[in-house]
C-alpha cells in the first residue's frame, strides 16, 4: 500500500526510524509500537480509504484481532482532502472525529512580535529530557490526567532522544531562568522532506511570542542543518496555534483523517 497522504507519509516513516513496526496488508497498514504499546498513534490501523457504514464494522473487529490487549481504537484514512463528515458513522459511535490540517513551508519569516527573552537551544542534557517529559506532563493534564499516562510519555521522550542522538534530526526547547517553556522536534522524514513533533508550550507561558519564535529558529535547523526544502507540520484545525505556523510562513496543504477512541 503506497501512502499519498504527507501527513501520514511522515507519520509512518518516522515511526519506522523509531522503532515500530508497519505491515503491508495491501489495502491497510498494521502500525504496530511494541517499545510504547500505549502509544494510540503508534498502534494503528491506516487504511487506503475512509470505509463504508457496511464495512466500518469490519475495520473495528480487525483492530480487535490486531491489539487484543489494547484500551484504545485508532484508525487512520489515507488522503489529501476531506472533512469529518466523511467520519460520521463512527462519530455517531462515540469515537472522536478528526480532520487534521497538514501544514508545508518551503521558506520561513521570523515573527511579528518575537520573543527575545527565552534562549533557544537543543536538548543535550538528562535534565534537559526530564524537564521535557514534565513539560508535556502539564501541557496533556486537562485531556489526560490518568497516572498512566506518564508511562506512554517516558516512553515517548526516551524515542525521541534515540532519534536525535542518531543524528536524524533535534529536538529543542525555550528557556526561560532555565525553566523548559516550549519544545519542539524537527527529524528528517524522507528526500529533502522533515517533520515538526510535538510543538508544545506551557499554559502559564502562552501567547508572548516563544512558540512563534521557537518554530522560525527550528525551521531554520531544517532547511539549513537537515538540507530539507519542505517542512512538514500537522495541525488542529479549530485551535489558535494554526495562525502561528501560518504567522511564519506554514500553509494548508492537506486534511488528514483519523478517528480515536479510548477506554475501548
Known amino acids: ?41 503508534g498502534n494503528f490501523l491506516m487504511l487506503a480509504q475512509v470505509p463504508t457504514p457496511e464495512a466500518s464494522p469490519t475495520w ?36 472522536n472525529a478528526e480532520a487534521q490540517t497538514v501544514m508545508t513551508a518551503t521558506a520561513v519569516r521570523a515573527p511579528n512580535r518575537p520573543n527575545t527573552d527565552a534562549v533557544y537551544r537543543t536538548l543535550e542534557s538528562d535534565a534537559d529530557w526530564a524537564h521535557s517529559v514534565e513539560l508535556r506532563m502539564r501541557c496533556d493534564a486537562q485531556d489526560h490526567p490518568e497516572p ?20 536524524h534530526g533535534k529536538w529543542f526547547g525555550a528557556f526561560l531562568e532555565h525553566r523548559l517553556v516550549a519544545q519542539m522536534g524537527l527529524f528528517t522524514a524522507g528526500p529533502e522532506l522533515a517533520r515538526f513533533q510535538t510543538v508544545q508550550t506551557d499554559p502559564e507561558y502562552r501567547r508572548r511570542g516563544i512558540a512563534g519564535s521557537l518554530v522560525h529558529y527550528v525551521s531554520r535547523y531544517g532547511f539549513d542543518k537537515l538540507a530539507a526544502r519542505t517542512l512538514v507540520m500537522v495541525a488542529d484545525p479549530n485551535y489558535f496555534a494554526i495562525d502561528l505556523y501560518r504567522a511564519v510562513g506554514f500553509e494548508p496543504t492537506e486534511s488528514q483523517l483519523q478517528i480515536e477512541r479510548t477506554g475501548a
Open 1 to 41: 500500500m503506497e501512502l499519498i497522504s504527507l501527513g501520514y507519509r511522515t507519520d509512518i516513516g518516522l515511526l519506522q526510524v523509531g522503532g515500530s513496526e508497519v505491515e503491508d496488508r495491501g489495502d491497510h497498514l498494521v502500525v504496530r509500537s511494541r517499545h510504547n504499546p500505549t502509544h494510540w498513534w
Open 148 to 167: 498512566s499516562h506518564r508511562a506512554y510519555v517516558t516512553a515517548k521522550t526516551q524515542t525521541n532522544r534515540e532519534l536525535a542522538e542518531a543524528g
Open 60 to 95: 473495528l473487529d480487525r483492530f480487535a484481532v490486531e491489539f487484543p490487549a489494547a484500551k484504545h481504537v485508532t484508525l487512520g484514512f489515507d488522503g489529501i482532502d476531506g472533512g469529518v463528515e466523511e467520519l460520521r458513522w463512527f462519530a455517531d459511535r462515540g469515537f
